[in-house]
Nanobody, 116 residues
């Protein structure tokens, strides 16, 4: 069993920054990738960024250059640094981990609201 706890969401003005954190605990052996997703009201959940155990990263094309995913293996924590935020970035952001062979776990989500 894997538990994920997100933090760092909140209200920010357009152009501002936020850093989300997701601490992973439990049976963390076998994690192959950690990701951030987001879901805006009335829209489908979409992938924001992924970082593998080896450190490779992947981003949604529309977010490259503004968002950065990173991880601290010693703290079992993944981060999402979000800069130059826009109102359209408003969403609930979810942490996700992939555990070998192919299981997925989700956090409870953290609200990010960007005001214009």
């Amino acid at each position: 069993q894997v538990q994920l706890v997100e933090s760092g969401g909140g209200l920010v003005q357009a152009g501002g920054s936020l850093r989300l954190s997701c601490e992973v605990s439990g049976s963390i052996f076998g994690i192959t990738a950690m990701s951030w997703y987001r879901q805006a009201p009335g829209k489908q959940r979409e992938l924001v960024a992924t970082i593998t155990t080896g450190g490779s990263t992947n981003y949604a094309d529309s977010l490259k250059g503004r968002f950065t995913i990173s991880r601290d293996n010693a703290k079992n924590t993944v981060y999402l640094q979000m800069n130059s935020l826009k109102p359209e970035d408003t969403a609930v952001y979810y942490c996700n981990v992939r555990v070998a062979p192919l299981r997925f776990y989700w956090g409870q989500g953290t609200q990010v609201t960007v005001s214009s």
